[in-house]
Protein backbone atom coordinates (compact mmCIF):
# COMPACT_ATOMS: atom_id res chain seq x y z
CA UNK A 1 0.00 0.00 0.00
CA UNK A 2 1.27 3.10 -0.75
CA UNK A 3 1.97 6.30 1.29
CA UNK A 4 0.37 9.80 0.03
CA UNK A 5 1.94 12.80 -0.62
CA UNK A 6 -0.21 15.74 -0.06
CA UNK A 7 0.15 18.64 -2.84
CA UNK A 8 -0.50 21.73 -2.86
CA UNK A 9 -0.66 23.63 -5.96
CA UNK A 10 -1.10 27.09 -7.36
CA UNK A 11 -1.57 27.73 -10.95
CA UNK A 12 -1.04 31.77 -11.77
CA UNK A 13 0.03 34.36 -14.02
CA UNK A 14 -0.08 37.96 -14.34
CA UNK A 15 -2.95 39.92 -14.63
CA UNK A 16 -2.54 40.42 -18.60
CA UNK A 17 -2.54 36.72 -19.28
CA UNK A 18 -6.21 36.33 -16.99
CA UNK A 19 -8.15 35.20 -19.77
CA UNK A 20 -5.42 32.02 -20.09
CA UNK A 21 -5.52 30.96 -16.79
CA UNK A 22 -9.63 31.18 -16.68
CA UNK A 23 -9.62 28.57 -19.77
CA UNK A 24 -7.65 26.71 -17.53
CA UNK A 25 -9.74 26.74 -14.55
CA UNK A 26 -12.79 26.34 -16.72
CA UNK A 27 -11.33 23.05 -17.70
CA UNK A 28 -10.28 22.12 -14.43
CA UNK A 29 -13.81 22.98 -12.58
CA UNK A 30 -15.39 21.03 -15.57
CA UNK A 31 -13.71 17.67 -15.50
CA UNK A 32 -13.70 17.88 -11.62
CA UNK A 33 -17.75 18.51 -11.65
CA UNK A 34 -18.37 15.72 -14.29
CA UNK A 35 -16.50 13.07 -12.15
CA UNK A 36 -18.38 14.13 -8.70
CA UNK A 37 -22.01 13.86 -10.60
CA UNK A 38 -20.77 10.01 -11.49
CA UNK A 39 -19.90 9.91 -7.71
CA UNK A 40 -16.00 8.94 -8.62
CA UNK A 41 -12.48 10.43 -7.60
CA UNK A 42 -10.92 12.87 -10.20
CA UNK A 43 -7.99 11.07 -10.91
CA UNK A 44 -4.88 12.98 -11.71
CA UNK A 45 -4.73 10.42 -14.98
CA UNK A 46 -8.10 11.20 -16.32
CA UNK A 47 -7.02 15.12 -16.71
CA UNK A 48 -3.90 13.85 -18.50
CA UNK A 49 -6.05 12.72 -20.28
CA UNK A 50 -8.56 14.83 -21.21
CA UNK A 51 -5.80 17.44 -22.49
CA UNK A 52 -4.49 15.61 -24.91
CA UNK A 53 -1.67 13.85 -23.01
CA UNK A 54 -0.79 10.01 -22.43
CA UNK A 55 -1.61 9.23 -19.00
CA UNK A 56 1.06 6.12 -19.81
CA UNK A 57 4.14 8.23 -20.25
CA UNK A 58 3.77 9.71 -16.56
CA UNK A 59 3.66 9.23 -12.78
CA UNK A 60 -0.45 9.77 -12.33
CA UNK A 61 -1.47 7.89 -9.33
CA UNK A 62 -3.23 10.34 -7.31
CA UNK A 63 -6.72 12.20 -7.38
CA UNK A 64 -7.87 15.88 -6.66
CA UNK A 65 -8.92 16.36 -3.29
CA UNK A 66 -9.61 20.52 -3.52
CA UNK A 67 -10.22 22.81 -6.06
CA UNK A 68 -10.74 26.62 -6.01
CA UNK A 69 -14.17 28.38 -6.07
CA UNK A 70 -12.76 30.76 -7.96
CA UNK A 71 -9.99 32.71 -9.46
CA UNK A 72 -8.09 35.21 -6.53
CA UNK A 73 -6.57 38.26 -8.08
CA UNK A 74 -3.49 39.35 -5.76
CA UNK A 75 -0.78 42.17 -6.53
CA UNK A 76 -0.87 41.53 -9.83
CA UNK A 77 -1.37 38.07 -10.48
CA UNK A 78 -4.25 35.74 -10.68
CA UNK A 79 -3.96 32.50 -9.37
CA UNK A 80 -6.43 29.08 -7.61
CA UNK A 81 -5.14 26.11 -5.62
CA UNK A 82 -5.46 22.20 -7.02
CA UNK A 83 -4.96 19.78 -4.36
CA UNK A 84 -3.81 16.20 -5.20
CA UNK A 85 -3.18 13.37 -2.85
CA UNK A 86 -0.31 11.07 -4.63
CA UNK A 87 1.06 7.66 -3.90
CA UNK A 88 4.66 8.37 -2.75
CA UNK A 89 5.75 11.61 -4.20
CA UNK A 90 4.55 14.94 -6.24
CA UNK A 91 4.06 14.02 -9.54
CA UNK A 92 5.48 17.56 -10.59
CA UNK A 93 6.25 16.46 -14.37
CA UNK A 94 2.50 15.40 -14.66
CA UNK A 95 1.11 18.75 -12.75
CA UNK A 96 3.82 20.60 -14.87
CA UNK A 97 2.48 18.69 -18.29
CA UNK A 98 -1.73 20.16 -17.69
CA UNK A 99 -0.43 23.32 -18.45
CA UNK A 100 0.58 22.56 -21.88
CA UNK A 101 -2.03 24.21 -23.45
CA UNK A 102 -1.61 27.41 -21.42
CA UNK A 103 2.27 28.94 -21.90
CA UNK A 104 2.13 32.10 -19.32
CA UNK A 105 0.90 30.16 -16.56
CA UNK A 106 3.07 28.93 -13.82
CA UNK A 107 3.33 26.70 -10.99
CA UNK A 108 4.46 26.66 -7.58
CA UNK A 109 3.59 23.89 -5.03
CA UNK A 110 4.69 22.63 -1.54
CA UNK A 111 4.33 18.74 -0.93
CA UNK A 112 4.76 16.70 1.97
CA UNK A 113 4.12 13.23 2.94
CA UNK A 114 3.89 12.67 6.69
CA UNK A 115 6.37 9.99 7.91
CA UNK A 116 8.39 10.46 5.79
CA UNK A 117 11.29 13.29 5.12
CA UNK A 118 9.78 14.74 2.46
CA UNK A 119 8.43 18.47 2.59
CA UNK A 120 8.98 20.53 -0.45
CA UNK A 121 8.45 23.19 -2.31
CA UNK A 122 9.78 25.03 -5.66
CA UNK A 123 8.44 28.23 -4.24
CA UNK A 124 11.92 29.66 -3.36
CA UNK A 125 10.73 33.19 -3.07
CA UNK A 126 7.91 32.71 -0.78
CA UNK A 127 5.44 34.06 -3.26
CA UNK A 128 2.88 31.64 -2.07
CA UNK A 129 4.17 29.30 0.78
CA UNK A 130 5.71 30.89 3.66
CA UNK A 131 6.10 27.77 5.86
CA UNK A 132 9.65 26.27 5.93
CA UNK A 133 9.43 24.24 9.36
CA UNK A 134 7.30 21.23 10.37
CA UNK A 135 7.59 21.20 14.32
CA UNK A 136 5.46 18.50 16.50
CA UNK A 137 5.77 17.39 19.85
CA UNK A 138 4.05 13.96 20.62
CA UNK A 139 3.72 12.86 24.48
CA UNK A 140 2.99 9.22 25.96
CA UNK A 141 1.54 8.79 29.25
CA UNK A 142 -1.37 9.79 31.41
CA UNK A 143 -3.20 13.25 31.33
CA UNK A 144 -2.25 14.54 33.87
CA UNK A 145 1.88 13.87 33.64
CA UNK A 146 1.11 15.52 30.10
CA UNK A 147 -0.33 18.42 31.32
CA UNK A 148 2.28 19.04 33.73
CA UNK A 149 4.63 18.84 31.00
CA UNK A 150 2.69 21.71 29.19
CA UNK A 151 2.62 23.85 32.28
CA UNK A 152 6.48 23.30 32.53
CA UNK A 153 7.28 24.05 28.85
CA UNK A 154 4.47 25.73 27.66
CA UNK A 155 6.18 26.04 23.80
CA UNK A 156 5.16 22.42 23.27
CA UNK A 157 1.46 22.92 23.66
CA UNK A 158 -0.47 22.21 20.46
CA UNK A 159 -2.79 20.53 18.49
CA UNK A 160 -0.76 18.36 16.34
CA UNK A 161 1.92 20.17 14.26
CA UNK A 162 2.76 23.28 13.76
CA UNK A 163 3.91 24.81 10.51
CA UNK A 164 6.15 27.89 11.05
CA UNK A 165 7.62 30.37 8.94
CA UNK A 166 11.51 30.35 8.58
CA UNK A 167 12.37 33.22 11.41
CA UNK A 168 9.22 31.82 13.47
CA UNK A 169 10.65 28.37 13.92
CA UNK A 170 14.07 29.71 14.36
CA UNK A 171 12.38 31.65 17.58
CA UNK A 172 10.94 28.72 18.58
CA UNK A 173 13.80 26.46 18.22
CA UNK A 174 16.10 29.20 20.14
CA UNK A 175 14.08 29.47 23.01
CA UNK A 176 12.90 25.38 23.49
CA UNK A 177 16.85 24.83 23.15
CA UNK A 178 18.42 27.88 25.54
CA UNK A 179 20.37 29.14 22.01
CA UNK A 180 19.37 32.67 21.17
CA UNK A 181 20.53 34.07 18.57
CA UNK A 182 22.11 30.94 16.85
CA UNK A 183 22.17 30.72 13.10
CA UNK A 184 20.11 28.36 11.36
CA UNK A 185 22.91 26.51 9.54
CA UNK A 186 24.48 25.93 12.83
CA UNK A 187 20.72 25.53 14.60
CA UNK A 188 20.41 21.85 12.32
CA UNK A 189 23.19 20.60 13.10
CA UNK A 190 22.77 20.69 16.66
CA UNK A 191 19.43 19.88 16.18
CA UNK A 192 19.73 16.02 16.78
CA UNK A 193 21.58 16.12 19.53
CA UNK A 194 19.97 18.56 21.64
CA UNK A 195 16.31 16.86 21.18
CA UNK A 196 18.10 13.74 22.01
CA UNK A 197 19.11 15.42 25.21
CA UNK A 198 15.69 16.90 25.80
CA UNK A 199 13.99 14.30 25.59
CA UNK A 200 16.24 12.41 28.30
CA UNK A 201 15.80 15.30 30.61
CA UNK A 202 12.43 15.37 30.02
CA UNK A 203 11.91 12.19 30.94
CA UNK A 204 13.84 11.76 34.01
CA UNK A 205 12.16 14.98 35.20
CA UNK A 206 8.53 13.24 34.72
CA UNK A 207 9.54 9.77 35.77
CA UNK A 208 5.75 8.72 34.45
CA UNK A 209 5.95 10.43 31.42
CA UNK A 210 6.26 7.04 28.65
CA UNK A 211 7.59 8.61 25.73
CA UNK A 212 8.27 12.10 24.08
CA UNK A 213 8.35 12.45 19.94
CA UNK A 214 9.66 15.55 19.46
CA UNK A 215 10.08 15.97 15.25
CA UNK A 216 11.06 18.44 13.20
CA UNK A 217 11.25 18.97 9.23
CA UNK A 218 12.90 22.19 7.35
CA UNK A 219 11.63 22.62 4.23
CA UNK A 220 13.65 21.44 0.86
CA UNK A 221 13.66 23.85 -1.84
CA UNK A 222 13.93 22.47 -4.94
Known amino acids: MSNWCNNTNIYWTTTEHKDELERFFRFLQTQNSSKQKDGGLTWLADLLDASGLNPDIYDCRGYLTYLSPSLVEKEGRVFFELDMDTAWSPMKEA ?13 SYMAEELGTSLFI ?5 GDFFQDAWRIECILDGDENTCEAVYEKYPLLMDDGAS ?3 EEEGLRFLQELFHLPGTPKKQLLDMLPEKIAAFKRNLLKEFPRLEDCDLAYQHVEYV
Open 95 to 107: MEALRKDYPHVQL
Open 121 to 125: TNDQE
Open 163 to 165: YLT
